[in-house]
């Protein structure tokens, strides 16, 4: 099976854009995580997704959202960046009712 | 809140001996304890996990240990080799199914 994909790789912006980042998981996975991870505040979870519902939020500002799509491929956005945005973007997938996540590589943001 | 630390932050071994990381979880209602290792421009990759109800569990060179009472959970790597050389972070889930991931432990094995 192919793995958990994100696009894009890598990403430069700028202050005050705005940014949509994509995520497939591993076919058949229903369930979408997503992380935020810094050199400073480690790997911190920000929603999941199942079945096109968040199921879970964590602690971060309504400038992040995202949703899913009915083929499970789930899509997040942050508005207006800010310079601390910068981070690398984790999606993980999981099957239903299982608790194992696979990550994706990651999208690399950069804002400047 | 929910909170994992992990120690030490960096390891270093010499290739052939042992590693051993530590972590310890607030939420006794945690009942799953994944450890991932993430090398350079890679996302995490699982490599064993425990749930609550099994105190050890052994995966070749890798066994992960659960003490619940004190809230602690262990990852050890015998036979280190350089290719073991990568970030390895835990992570305990919620009751509300949240992965909670400890700050990882940069692990160095010199050859």
């Known amino acids: 099976k192919a793995g958990v994909t994100q696009t894009p790789r890598y990403l430069i912006k700028t202050r005050g854009q705005q940014v949509t980042l994509s995520c497939s998981p591993i076919?058949?996975?229903?369930?979408v995580s997503w992380y935020q991870q810094t050199p400073g505040q480690g790997l911190q979870f920000l929603f999941e997704y199942f079945s096109e519902t968040q199921r879970n939020k964590g602690n971060f500002p309504g400038r992040f959202s995202g949703r899913q799509f009915s083929n499970s491929r789930s899509e997040m956005n942050v508005s207006t960046l800010e310079l601390g945005d910068s981070a690398l973007y984790l999606c993980?997938?999981?099957?239903?009712?299982?608790?194992?996540?696979?990550f994706g590589p990651g999208t690399r943001l950069l804002v400047l | 809140g929910e909170n994992v630390e992990q120690h030490p932050s960096t390891l270093s071994v010499q290739e052939g001996d042992s590693a051993v990381i530590k972590c310890t979880y607030s939420d006794s209602a945690s009942n799953y304890f994944p450890w991932y290792k993430q090398e350079l421009g890679k996302g995490p990759q699982l490599i064993i996990d425990i749930r609550s109800n099994v105190g050890e569990k052994k995966d070749q060179r890798i066994a992960v240990t659960l003490n619940k009472t004190a809230k602690h959970f262990s990852l050890h790597i015998t036979e280190t080799q350089p290719e073991d050389s990568a970030v390895y972070f835990c992570?305990?889930?919620?009751?509300?199914?949240?992965?909670?991931f400890g700050q990882g432990t940069e692990l160095s094995v010199k050859p």
């Open positions: 992570a305990a889930r919620a009751m509300g199914g949240k992965l909670i």
């Open positions: 993980a997938s999981s099957s239903r009712g299982a608790e194992t996540q696979y």
């Open positions: 076919s058949g996975h229903r369930s």
